[in-house]
């Protein structure tokens, strides 16, 4: 059973990665929904550079008003700094996909615990892993919309962009995974 939770894990993370860099590379996903472009951008980065100076998530309010606090309306501005420049992209190419084949394993491993009714058919086994990838974008990108975070539209955005990768590496890790009495009979 090890063999079939590390091969339909493995193989389940690979398809995530492939669409991630398709969905990336070709239609430029990440790029168009998560950033945008700055007005100004060097007085802001300077202005940034000399007043974020630790790594961590800052917010930016309004000035609050005497007697009525932060005005209704006016924007808050989420600021995040990961404490890492641009010469250490090199190196975190190999750590998402490192988390992302450790998440497939731990999928199919979790997929491997369920009953054999779920794991005798392949519709079965496809909607556990959505539902994974459903809870995955529900509690990371939907609860990143609000104040200082995510506009809704692109939590909702990447939350479809997880709800699709799962499903995809769903129909990869279903297809691999047996029920107990099935990987005896393919033994």
């Known amino acids: ?15 995530l990665l492939l669409w991630t860099l398709i969905l990336n590379t070709v239609f430029g996903f990440t790029a168009r929904v998560e950033m945008g472009g700055i007005a ?6 300077s202005i940034l550079k000399e007043n974020v100076t630790a790594p961590g998530a800052y917010m930016a309010n309004p000035e609050p008003v005497p007697g009525v606090g932060f005005p209704p309306g006016e924007p808050v501005y ?18 998402e996909p490192a988390i992302v084949l450790v998440a497939a394993i731990l999928v199919a491993w979790l997929l491997s615990m369920t009953s054999r009714r779920i794991l005798s058919r392949y519709f079965s086994k496809v909607l556990f892993v959505f ?10 990108d939907i609860a990143k919309i609000g ?6 539209k692109t939590s909702l955005l990447l939350a479809a962009r ?20 099935e990987a005896a009979d393919a033994a």
Request: no cysteine; charged share 15%; aromatic share 10%.
């Open 147 to 152: 104040i200082g975070g995510y506009a809704a």
């Open 78 to 95: 989420g600021i995040r700094y990961s404490g890492i420049g641009h010469e250490a992209a090199g190196r975190m190419l190999f750590v």
């Open 1 to 15: 059973m090890l063999k079939r939770i590390l091969l339909s894990g493995i193989l389940g993370g690979v398809v």
């Open 131 to 140: 539902v994974v990838g459903l809870l995955l974008a529900v509690f990371g």
């Open 162 to 181: 997880d709800v699709i990768s799962w499903t995809l590496a769903g129909l990869v890790i279903a297809r691999f995974m047996r029920a107990p009495a």
């Open 40 to 45: 100004n951008e060097r007085a802001v980065y």
